[in-house]
């Protein structure tokens, strides 16, 4: 009997010292992933869509630095997107058409990672820091109907047509995010996490942007191939 519980014993203890010994491996890893997400602009809907690269390299098994590039689209609420592009009263005139495509997004920041709750399978990982962001507003035309009630009986006097031009803005922007790595084998998973990015353009009337989103995508761990 006693030799049963000495032998249960070192079993155990062998694999405790094992998994203890494989948590310290440096998690670096790549990723890629999808998602949904919104932007504080009032004339976006939501939810826009976003695809992101992302990759890390530790310097032990809690504390890494990386890179994260992102791109969202989100699509105008068209009546908003044209009212605020048309420079006359809005019971003057009906809106036809307002054919444009979308907001586009670009981060592209550099993280600080760091992880809680080591194990083999699962993990958590905060991460922050900043970077670069290209925001390109939408692109095509507004086709709108002057209407004067008074002077015409309620015909519209004329058909008018805008072209909206893409306008492009660069700006410094700021990156919150969390992260739930769920490991399949030691090396593939899948990774679920939501993001915050914050940049302010002074040039732009919408001047402050907030962007949340939330991702799902699968995940690589590099352990001793960056050793």
């Known amino acids: 009997m006693k030799k ?3 032998l249960s014993f070192a079993l155990l203890l062998t694999q405790v010292v094992t998994k203890a010994q494989f948590y310290e491996i440096h998690p670096h890893f790549v990723s890629v992933s999808g998602g949904a997400g919104t932007i504080s602009f009032n004339d976006a809907q939501f939810p826009g869509y976003h695809g992101k690269l992302e990759g890390a390299f530790f310097y032990n098994y809690l504390f890494g ?3 994260q590039a992102s791109h969202s689209y989100f699509k105008p609420l068209e009546n908003t997107f044209a009212d605020q592009r048309i420079n006359t009263p809005r019971h003057t005139y009906n809106l036809t058409t307002a054919d444009v495509d979308y907001y586009i997004v670009e981060n592209y920041t550099a993280n600080a990672y760091f992880v809680a709750m080591p ?3 699962f993990s958590f990982m905060g991460l922050g820091g900043a970077g670069f962001q290209r925001l390109l507003t939408p692109q095509g035309t507004i086709q709108y109907d002057d209407f004067y009630p008074y002077l015409h009986f309620g015909e519209a006097d004329q058909t008018s047509t805008i072209d909206v031009v893409r306008e492009k803005y660069n700006s410094v922007v700021f990156h919150l995010g969390l992260r ?4 399949v084998t030691d090396r593939f998973g899948f990774t679920f996490g ?3 990015h914050f940049a302010k353009n002074k040039k732009y009337a919408n001047e402050r942007l ?3 989103s939330g991702s799902a995508g699968i995940i690589v761990k590099l352990y001793e191939l960056l050793y």
Do not use: C, E, S
Not at 180 to 183: D, G, Y
């Open 119 to 121: 194990t083999w399978w």
């Open 210 to 212: 907030h962007q949340f």
């Open 180 to 183: 739930a790595n769920l490991m």
């Open 4 to 6: 049963i519980i000495l």
């Open 65 to 67: 630095t990386g890179l």
């Open 194 to 196: 939501t993001d915050y």
